[in-house]
């Protein structure tokens, strides 16, 4: 079974940086895109950054500039660096993978995601 397993999230200060990362295991193909989602406390979940297998990226207007999505040189595997990060970056952060026009697995894979924590 295809799973997506994210690290890299922490406790950091207002205007501090962290590097998520996020990689795929049990799979034998290549997502169609993957991206970067984040679920506040009493808030719906949002996308924040997207990029597709041909290096099209999408951000969420609020990290437009602060955030960089990019793909790692493994199969299904995405980083997202964040910097200048806000009290309002706080969330839990969800990997996401896309598959579509595959086979009998398309549709989208989800980690368990990584709290991210912005104080004040």
């Known amino acids: 079974q295809v799973q997506l397993v994210e690290s890299g999230g922490g406790l950091v200060q207002a205007g501090g940086s962290l590097r998520l990362s996020c990689a795929a295991s049990?799979?034998?193909?290549?997502?169609?895109?993957m991206g970067w989602y984040r679920q506040a406390p009493g808030k719906q979940r949002e996308l924040v950054a997207s990029?597709?297998?041909?290096?099209?990226?999408t951000y969420a207007d609020s990290v437009k500039g602060r955030f960089t999505i990019s793909r790692g040189n493994a199969e299904n595997t995405v980083f997202l660096q964040m910097n200048r990060l806000k009290p309002e970056d706080t969330a839990v952060y969800y990997c996401?993978?896309?598959?579509?026009?595959?086979?009998?697995?398309?549709?989208?894979?989800w980690g368990q995601g990584t709290q991210v924590t912005v104080s004040s």
């Open positions: 996401n993978g896309a598959l579509i026009h595959y086979s009998e697995y398309d549709g989208d894979y």
């Open positions: 049990g799979s034998i193909f290549s997502f169609n895109a």
């Open positions: 990029i597709t297998d041909r290096g099209r990226t």
